[in-house]
Each structure stands twice: as C-alpha cells, then as structure tokens.
T-cell receptor
C-alpha cells in the first residue's frame, strides 16, 4: 500500500523568504506525484505534477526516487501563497490509476 | 478540464437518518471518485464510481453505509446511511481525466450529524 507523509502541519515564513514544503512517500511501484493547493474558501486544485516538470506560480518540485521525496519549493514566498498544500500520489497505470493517496497537508502562512 | 458541482453544499442532519449527495460534471468522464475529509484530517478515498458497474470501495468503507449510484457519465450520488456524529465530514466528488492526468474536485459537501 502507498503512503504519503507531510511532516509539517504548519509552516510560517516571511514574504520574500524561500519556502520548502516537505513530502515523502512510500510505494513499491512507479508513482505519479502531485501537489494540490486549497486557498481560503476555494476548492482543492492541482498546483503541479512531477511528470510535467513545470513551474507554476514560481513553485517547483522534483521527484527524488532515491530519497522517495517530492518536496515543493519556491525561492521567494508571496502573501498570496498562504494556503493548505497537499502532496498526493497515484500509481502509474493499473487498476488504481487515478486513485489519490493524500498526505496530511501543510498550512503555509506567509507573513508580510 | 472539468467543472464539478455538488448538492447540497452543507447540511445538518440527525443521527440515524440518511443524506444523498449529488455530483454533476460538465463533461463526460469515466472515472469519478468520492473522498471524505474528516475534521482536521486529510482526504481519504471512499470509493470509485464506475458507470455501468458497481462502485468499488476502499478498505474500511462498505456499500451498505455509503451506497453510490452512477447512472451516466456526468452524474453520481453518494448516500451516507444511518448517520452518526462520526460521519460529520466534508464529502468531495472528483473526476480523473486520464488524458490530462489531472484530478478535478468539487466544492465539497459539509455534513454535520447531531
């Protein structure tokens, strides 16, 4: 069975500071990793996925299979980045493809 | 992309009663899911709703407690049966677009059981 761990429930930084939200996973097969974000009073939405290797709103995340990690990083945090962030995993193919396993979430607060 | 709506957005119910939550998608999708988010907890998958076949439930969830219907490719319902206060949660519907490899979520239904 797969598992996603986000060790920090709360993370506070000041505007302009770098931010890193940690995510570790356990899965014996080939995973697909995602970061989802939920802003205040909004629905959960996709931020980025490892297969796209993209940068969204200045955030990046690299899949490190050796360390089984998918940490989310941004060099200069902005106040509008304050939100709940979830790391999630699905299996790459097979009957469980599309079923997401979520981490516990990290509440990021960016202070002015 | 996919736009998802859910009804009701919230409800307060008495224990022992049942509530049916509706999920409507603006496009035809094969894979629909129901998640639960208990207070202070993360999202947990309840079941996969497949059109034309029985829903498949995750460990810890059973059809008698959470019956699901999927009459077509744009609609699904989840019923929370014989409710207890422990069922107080946010219930979310989602769809997976395999071609886009992205999951879209509905706004959620906030259920409080007294």
């Amino acid at each position: 069975a797969q598992r996603v761990t986000q060790p920090e429930k709360l993370l506070s930084v000041f505007k302009g500071a770098p931010v890193e939200l940690k995510c570790n996973y356990s899965y014996s097969g080939s995973p697909e990793l995602f970061w989802y974000v939920q802003y205040s009073r909004q629905r959960l939405q996709l931020l980025l996925r490892h297969i796209s290797r993209e940068s969204i709103k200045g955030f990046t995340a690299d899949l490190n299979k050796g360390e089984t990690s998918f940490h989310l990083k941004k060099p200069f945090a902005q106040e509008e980045d304050s939100a709940m962030y979830y790391c999630a995993l699905t299996t790459a193919g097979g009957t469980s493809y599309g079923k997401l396993t979520f981490g516990q979430g990290t509440i990021l607060t960016v202070h002015p | 992309s996919a736009v998802i709506s859910q009804k009701p957005s919230r409800d307060i119910c008495q224990r022992g009663t049942s509530l049916t939550i509706q999920c409507q998608v603006d496009s035809q999708v094969t894979m629909m899911f129901w998640y639960r988010q208990q207070p202070g907890q993360s999202l947990t998958l309840i079941a996969t709703a497949n059109q034309g076949s029985e829903a498949t439930y995750e460990s810890g969830f059973v059809i008698d407690k959470f019956p699901i219907s999927r009459p077509n490719l744009t609609f699904s319902t989840l019923t929370v049966s014989n409710m207890s206060p422990e069922d107080s949660s946010i219930y979310l519907c989602s769809v997976w677009t395999g071609d886009g490899r992205e999951q879209f979520f509905g706004p959620g239904t906030r259920l409080t059981v007294l």
